[in-house]
């Protein structure tokens, strides 16, 4: 599967951006999906996962109520909005594809990445 993340830009501290990831292939419905995200000389790390239907959704503790994650199988895309953002949610986030119909929070769970979109706050 191909993955590409959209939807980054440079916002100011307390905007929203919804990022979106497009999966081409006629698997995508079947598996789990996660973002992560990373920022400039740090290791990746888990934003926030969904299971292949929907019905199983984590964040980063960090992250609870300002974000959310949502996908539609009928379109292959998979959705995070992020609300009331904050300069230290400036990094790359990337979209992933897990190894099977669950998300994980480790990076070497996902099979399948996209390229990655930028997102910068300024405060």
């Known amino acids: 599967v191909q993955l590409q993340a959209s939807g980054g830009g440079l916002v100011q501290a307390g905007d929203s951006l919804r990022l979106s990831c497009a999966a081409s292939g006629r698997s995508f419905s079947t598996y789990g999906m996660g973002w992560f995200r990373q920022a400039r000389g740090e290791q990746s790390e888990f934003v926030s996962g969904i299971n292949w239907n929907g019905q199983n959704t984590g964040y980063a503790d960090v992250l609870k109520g300002r974000f959310t994650i949502s996908r539609d199988n009928t379109k292959n895309m998979v959705y995070l909005q992020m609300n009331n953002l904050r300069p230290e949610d400036t990094a790359v986030y990337f979209c992933?594809?897990?190894?099977?119909?669950?998300?994980?929070?480790?990076?070497?769970?996902?099979?399948?990445w996209g390229q990655g979109t930028l997102v910068t706050v300024s405060s």
């Open positions: 992933a594809r897990s190894r099977t119909d669950d998300y994980y929070r480790q990076v070497y769970q996902y099979t399948d």
